[in-house]
């Protein structure tokens, strides 16, 4: 996410929107490993987690019940909150 940290919305939207595209035409995978959640919602189409070098979960992001659960609820930050969650969880 580096390349995109620094940039206004219109540049970083420009960015993914390109990479998006450029994955469909391409039936390539793009790894967009982030802190930065803004504006991500519905960008990712599959969840990949990672716990201590392993696989905890890898699947489409539409069946993630928790996240969607969050967006069916209003949640402003559904990305965010459902992240933050797991984040939090390898700490208790």
Known sequence: ?????????????????????????????????THIFDHLEGWA????????G???????????KEYSRLCNEGNPTPLYSFVRRLIYAEYD
Do not use: K, M, W
């Open 54 to 64: 392993q696989v905890i979960c890898s699947c489409p992001i539409a069946e993630v």
């Open 45 to 52: 189409s599959h969840l990949l987690h990672l716990s201590r």
């Open 1 to 33: 996410d580096e390349i995109t940290s620094d940039l206004d919305i219109f540049a970083r939207e420009g960015i993914l929107n390109f990479l998006r595209c450029e994955s469909e035409l391409r039936g390539c995978t793009v790894f967009y490993c």
